[in-house]
Structure formats: structure tokens, C-alpha cells
């Protein structure tokens, strides 16, 4: 082998000694690369340690904590009014209903009223005629007659058993016969009194042949079942009127929630035909016994202020009010909705909550209801620390609650799964949070 050969070979290696070289340069620099993308990356995370279930933890970086203003605090115990729901109806006590009928049977003339007419006690609502009402009122005429002459009989039998001329037994028949004809009269005048007519008013003269058919009590027609032309009796209701004043609510209450009860608390509810609308009622008397075969107990409540548009029979839902209690609460802000559910969000990295003003100091976490993130300088605003670790980002997890009472910006909460009592959540900032989980904002692993 000569020389050049060699020296050609040696050239050969080096050349491909470098080519190797750079190569191995290129990658590394391209793989150091990728690592400081993946790094110094902003991106959202949503992930979930069990795969086989949907994603229910976002982790936010500190850049987008600040651009949405999300806030942090701690559950917290709030006294709010808590309410019961129960179902009922309307009702109107027996005693304020009343059915219109004639004490005399015949047909009907005239009607004076329809559905929903008001009527006052005593206002002629129909009137009636038959033959046995003028036969009713001649009686009553002739009685007047017999009595008059039964009278000027036993006035004559007396002075002639006073001058020993007549027989104690023709007076005694005399006056016999007075007292059985002035039962009959009374027993008449009370009859046609019934009718309506006075028994003053009658004479040959003025033999009325139609009677009155008067409304017992003041109310609204609330069903009309005579006709013009038909004949009625005491067993044919004309028409039925409802005092609606009396108009009081029955509400449904299971056995369980009785102890909650008790007389005088508020209930508002509302009717089915028109749920926009809220009426009020108080609780006046609680029932003893089971409503048929259910194991409900009605709770009888009196209906106050306006009842227009209130109906014996409707179906309400009400809402009694209980005495404050206290419960776990958190701003109205710090909870979703999605599909059908409500969620808050907890917390899941080593985290503190603090408030930091605006002069930079660093203070204790105060309640809840005075976290906000505002942009005025002067106001505190409530920031959070992560671990070291983790650069500055935090992990949200979703928690399903059901909602409570809202009171005062404030919604009581009862979580599904059992979280700590002194754990911290999302107070503002949840719909964000929830879109990044749903995945309108953030990438799911």
C-alpha cells in the first residue's frame, strides 16, 4: 500500500468522524429543545388519575389565575334560613261553602246567576213556581179565618159558663179548638216564611205564585245546576256558592319533618297555573293523624294578604320557612351547574389562602364573604401560594354538592363525596375552571 493510499483513508475517516459528530450535535440540540418547550409551556392541564373516568381536575398556571381572577377561601358555617317544600292543595273549609236549593219543589223561572257571579246572603238567585205555593198561602188565609171565629166562640162559650147558662165542656171544646188551629197557623206562617215571603204580606189580594230562592251566605258562584224550565225539589241543588275569604292551604308534610314544624311559621307557595305569582300563608294547626292511606300528615295554614286568583282545589307547592340553622355555605359564585348537577372546586395542591394588600403585607385568610379580586388598589384582593414544586400552578378537582337555602349571595351545601371541613375551594372563577375541565379551554390527557 502506497502513501497516498493512506493518507486518502485517514481523510475519509476524519470526514466521517465529523459528519457523526454533527449529527450528534443536531439531535442533542433538538432534544434540549423539545425539553425547554415542554418546560416553560403555559398550557392547562386536565387530567384525572383513573382514565377510565371523565376528567374531573384542571390545574391552572398562575398567568391564568390572575387573567380570570380566580379566588380561593375556606368552607365555611353560615345561619340561614332553611325552608321545607311540600306539596298540597287549596281548600276551603265546609263551613264557608254552601249549597243554593229551594225548601219547596217546582219549576224553575228565572236565574239570576251564573259561574263566578258574586252574591250577597240573602240575594235572589232564582224563583220558583207551583200550585202548592198559592195552595200553601189560601191555608194560611183560612186559618186566619177560623181562628177569628174560633176565637169570638170560646169568648161566647166562657161568659156562658160564667153565668151558669152553658156547660164547662162546650168551653173547654172551644178553647180545644183554638189552640189546634193556632198551632196550624204558626206551623203555616213558618212554612211560607220559608218561601221567603212575609205572612204580613199576605192577603186575597196578593197571592204570590212564584217563591225566592236565596243565597245562605255571601261568596262567589262556583257551579250553577238548575235550569229555566226544569223542575227542582229540597234534593235539587239550584246552584253552589264558596266563601273564598276562609280560603285556607293544606299542605302534605311526611312524618320525618313534623318535628320541624310548628304554629305560626310563614309559608310562601305557589299554584300550579301560575308559578311566576308567590302567595304567603301562615301555619295555623298541624293534623294528628295520617291523610288516608299516605304517610303524610296535613299541615292546615291560613292564607293572608291578597287571594285573587286563588281557587278551592288548586295544587300549590309551598316552602316553610324553618328557624335559622347552621350550615355549610359557600358564595352563590362558587358553584355550577351542568347537566343536571351542581359542582364547587377543591383545591388539591399544598396550598394557603392569604390576602394581600395593596401595599404588598401579607395577611391572614379572612372569612369567605370578604375574598374578592378587584382592581382597585385600595381594596385587598385574596391571592394563593402553591408548593414549590409545582411552579406556581394549581390544581382544581371537581366535587358534586347538592344545593341548599340561598340567602344574602351565600348557597348552603350538603358535597356527595365527604370533603374536610377546614378544605379550600374556588370562590370565584368556577365557570372558568369548569369550561377547562369540560374541555372548551383546556386539553385533557
Given at each position: 500500500?502506497?502513501?497516498?493510499?493512506?493518507?486518502n483513508?485517514?481523510?475519509?475517516?476524519?470526514?466521517?468522524?465529523?459528519?457523526?459528530?454533527?449529527?450528534?450535535?443536531?439531535?442533542?440540540?433538538?432534544?434540549?429543545?423539545?425539553?425547554?418547550?415542554s418546560?416553560?409551556?403555559?398550557?392547562?392541564?386536565?387530567?384525572d388519575?383513573?382514565?377510565?373516568?371523565?376528567?374531573?381536575?384542571?390545574t391552572?398556571?398562575?398567568?391564568?389565575?390572575?387573567?380570570?381572577?380566580?379566588?380561593?377561601?375556606?368552607?365555611?358555617?353560615?345561619?340561614?334560613?332553611?325552608t321545607?317544600?311540600?306539596?298540597?292543595?287549596?281548600?276551603?273549609?265546609?263551613?264557608?261553602?254552601?249549597?243554593?236549593?229551594?225548601?219547596?219543589?217546582?219549576?224553575?223561572?228565572?236565574?239570576?246567576?251564573?259561574?263566578?257571579?258574586?252574591?250577597?246572603?240573602?240575594?235572589?238567585?232564582?224563583?220558583?213556581?207551583?200550585?202548592?205555593?198559592?195552595?200553601?198561602?189560601?191555608?194560611y188565609l183560612?186559618?186566619?179565618?177560623?181562628?177569628?171565629?174560633a176565637?169570638?166562640?170560646?169568648?161566647?162559650?166562657?161568659?156562658?159558663?160564667?153565668?151558669?147558662?152553658?156547660?164547662?165542656?162546650?168551653?173547654?171544646?172551644?178553647?180545644?179548638?183554638?189552640?189546634?188551629?193556632?198551632?196550624?197557623?204558626?206551623s203555616?206562617?213558618?212554612?211560607?216564611?220559608?218561601?221567603?215571603?212575609d205572612?204580613?204580606?199576605?192577603?186575597?189580594?196578593?197571592?204570590?205564585?212564584?217563591?225566592?230562592?236565596?243565597s245562605?251566605?255571601?261568596?262567589?258562584?262556583?257551579?250553577?245546576?238548575?235550569?229555566?224550565?226544569?223542575?227542582?225539589?229540597?234534593?235539587?241543588?239550584?246552584?253552589?256558592?264558596?266563601?273564598?275569604?276562609?280560603?285556607?292551604?293544606?299542605?302534605?308534610?311526611?312524618?320525618?319533618?313534623?318535628?320541624?314544624?310548628?304554629?305560626?311559621?310563614?309559608?310562601?307557595?305557589?299554584?300550579?297555573?301560575?308559578?311566576?305569582?308567590?302567595?304567603?300563608?301562615?301555619?295555623?294547626?298541624?293534623?294528628?293523624?295520617?291523610?288516608?292511606?299516605?304517610?303524610?300528615?296535613?299541615?292546615?295554614?291560613?292564607?293572608s294578604?291578597?287571594?285573587?286568583?286563588?281557587?278551592?282545589?288548586?295544587?300549590?307547592t309551598?316552602?316553610?320557612?324553618?328557624t335559622?340553622?347552621?350550615?355549610?355555605a359557600?358564595?352563590?359564585?362558587?358553584?355550577?351547574?351542568?347537566?343536571?348537577?351542581?359542582?364547587?372546586?377543591?383545591?388539591?395542591?399544598?396550598?394557603?389562602?392569604?390576602?394581600?394588600?395593596?401595599?404588598?403585607?401579607?395577611?391572614d385568610?379572612?372569612?369567605?364573604?370578604?375574598?374578592?379580586?378587584?382592581?382597585?388598589?385600595?381594596?385587598?384582593?385574596?391571592?394563593?401560594s402553591?408548593?414549590?414544586?409545582?411552579?406556581?400552578?394549581?390544581?382544581?378537582?371537581?366535587?358534586e354538592?347538592?344545593r341548599?337555602?340561598?340567602?344574602?349571595?351565600?348557597t348552603?351545601?350538603?358535597?356527595?363525596?365527604?370533603?374536610?371541613?377546614?378544605?379550600?375551594?374556588?370562590?370565584?372563577?368556577?365557570?372558568?375552571?369548569?369550561?377547562?375541565?369540560?374541555?372548551?379551554?383546556?386539553?385533557?390527557?
Open positions: 500500500m502506497t502513501y497516498t493510499k493512506i493518507f483513508y485517514r481523510i475519509a475517516a476524519l470526514l466521517f468522524s465529523g459528519l457523526l459528530l454533527v449529527i450528534s450535535t443536531v439531535a442533542c440540540s433538538n432534544s434540549g429543545s423539545e425539553k425547554g418547550s418546560s416553560n409551556s403555559a398550557a392547562t392541564e386536565v387530567h388519575d383513573d382514565h377510565g373516568k371523565e376528567a374531573s381536575v384542571a391552572l398556571t398562575s398567568e391564568q389565575i390572575q387573567a380570570v381572577g380566580v379566588t380561593i377561601g375556606k368552607l365555611e358555617q353560615k345561619s340561614l334560613t332553611a321545607l317544600s311540600a306539596t298540597g292543595y287549596l281548600k276551603v273549609p265546609n263551613s264557608n261553602k254552601a249549597i243554593i236549593t229551594s225548601m219547596f219543589g217546582g219549576i224553575i223561572q228565572t236565574l239570576n246567576v251564573e259561574v263566578g257571579t258574586m252574591v250577597r246572603k240573602g240575594q235572589v238567585v232564582a224563583t220558583i213556581a207551583h200550585p202548592q205555593l198559592i195552595q200553601l198561602q189560601e191555608e183560612t186559618l186566619n179565618n177560623r181562628i177569628t171565629f176565637e169570638r166562640e170560646q169568648q161566647r162559650q166562657k161568659e156562658l159558663y160564667e153565668g151558669n147558662v152553658g156547660a164547662l165542656k162546650n168551653l173547654q171544646g172551644a178553647e180545644t179548638e183554638l189552640a189546634s188551629l193556632r198551632v196550624r197557623r204558626a203555616v206562617q213558618q212554612q211560607i216564611r220559608l218561601m221567603g215571603i205572612p204580613k204580606t199576605v192577603s186575597n189580594e196578593n197571592l204570590l205564585s212564584e217563591v225566592k230562592v236565596v245562605p251566605i255571601t261568596g262567589k258562584i262556583s257551579a250553577v245546576y238548575g235550569k229555566i224550565g226544569t223542575y227542582t225539589d229540597v234534593a235539587s241543588p239550584v246552584a253552589e256558592v264558596v266563601d273564598n275569604s276562609s280560603l285556607h292551604l293544606d299542605l302534605n308534610v311526611f312524618e320525618k319533618d313534623l318535628s320541624l314544624l310548628k304554629v305560626g311559621q310563614l309559608v310562601n307557595f305557589t299554584v300550579t297555573n301560575n308559578p311566576q305569582r308567590t302567595y304567603t300563608a301562615k301555619v295555623s294547626s298541624i293534623s294528628s293523624s295520617f291523610a288516608n292511606d299516605s304517610k303524610t300528615v296535613p299541615v292546615h295554614c291560613t292564607v294578604g291578597d287571594k285573587s286568583g286563588l281557587i278551592d282545589g288548586t295544587n300549590v309551598g316552602a316553610v320557612s324553618l335559622n340553622v347552621l350550615s355549610l359557600v358564595p352563590s359564585e362558587a358553584i355550577v351547574d351542568e347537566e343536571g348537577k351542581s359542582y364547587i372546586f377543591l383545591v388539591r395542591n399544598n396550598l394557603s389562602a392569604s390576602t394581600t394588600h395593596s401595599d404588598g403585607d401579607m395577611h385568610d379572612k372569612p369567605v364573604n370578604k375574598e374578592r379580586a378587584v382592581s382597585d388598589k385600595h381594596e385587598k384582593k385574596t391571592t394563593v402553591g408548593s414549590a414544586n409545582n411552579g406556581g400552578a394549581i390544581s382544581f378537582e371537581r366535587v354538592v347538592v341548599g337555602v340561598s340567602q344574602v349571595g351565600y348552603a351545601i350538603t358535597p356527595i363525596p365527604e370533603i374536610p371541613a377546614d378544605a379550600i375551594i374556588a370562590t370565584r372563577g368556577a365557570f372558568f375552571i369548569n369550561a377547562q375541565i369540560s374541555g372548551e379551554g383546556g386539553h385533557a390527557h
